[in-house]
C-alpha cells in the first residue's frame, strides 16, 4: 500500500468547467502534468471519493458555508473506490479553511477500526499518536458543542494530476457528482442523487505561485473563481427543508451568492 499524506497546507482554487473545456484542458496540460501514482493503478485514470460529512441539527457547518464564514472547518470520513472495489481503508478528517488556505489533518482507519469507531463512537485514544488524539479530541469537542453526527455521503469521480516539474502542484477534475441522506461510508450503491447534472468542478491545488501554465488556461477559458462546496450542494439535494435551502443554480463566488 503507498503511505499516504496525513497533513495538507496549500491553497486551493476551483471552476467550474464543461465537459468540452475539460478535455481541451486536459490536452493542454499533457506536457506539464501527469497521473498520480493512486490512478495510476486503475484502468480507467480516475478513481471515485466517499465522503461521509458530519453536522448538527441545524447544518452548523453548512450555514457558516452559506454565510461566507471566513474561518471554518468541516468533519467527514473518506474512502475511495479502485476499479468498482473499496479500498482496505478509510480517513478520519477535519478540513479547515482560513480564508484562501487550506488545512486538512486525518488518520487512518482500517475497515474493522471504521465500523469499531462508529460503533463505539470514537473515543480519547491512549496512545503516542499525537495527531490522531489531536484530531478525536476536537471531534469529542465538536460533538459535544454541537451534538454533530452524520448527515450526507457525497461520492464523485475524479481525475488527480500532479506537475512533472512541481510535485507540490496538484490539478483535479471532479465529475458525476452524487449524494444521499446517509450514516454509513459503505452506502454507496445507485440509489444517490445527482449534484452537478453537467461539467466538472476543476481544483488547482498549490503553494507558493500559481503555474503559468494554469494562468493561461484561466485566461483563455476566462474561467472565474468559485466557493463550491460539494457538500453543501449535497446537503441542498437531500434535504427537502425550505430554511436550508437555495437554489443549485446559485454558485457562491468568493463568498458570495450571485
Known sequence: ???????????????????????????????????????????????????????????????????????????????????GQFIDYAFFEIKRKHDAIILKDRFLLSKNEYFDAVQNNLKPINNDDKNKNNIVEEYLWEKNQRLISPKVLVAYSREPYLGKFNKNFRVTFDYHIKSKAGASLYEYNSDLDNVLDEGAIMEIKFNGRLPHYIQKIIDKYDLQRIAYSKYCQGVETCYYNPSLRISKNNLLIFDKVL
Open 1 to 83: 500500500m503507498l503511505k499516504p499524506k496525513l497533513h495538507f497546507q496549500r491553497f486551493e482554487f476551483k471552476y467550474l468547467i464543461t465537459f468540452d473545456q475539460l478535455h481541451k484542458i486536459k490536452s493542454f496540460l499533457k506536457r506539464y502534468v501527469e497521473l498520480d501514482k493512486y490512478a495510476q493503478q486503475t484502468r480507467s485514470g480516475f478513481y471515485e471519493v466517499i465522503s461521509l460529512y458530519f453536522d448538527s441539527p441545524k447544518f452548523y457547518y453548512y450555514q457558516e458555508k452559506v454565510d461566507g464564514v471566513k474561518k471554518r472547518k468541516k468533519i467527514r470520513l473518506r474512502t475511495y473506490r479502485v476499479n
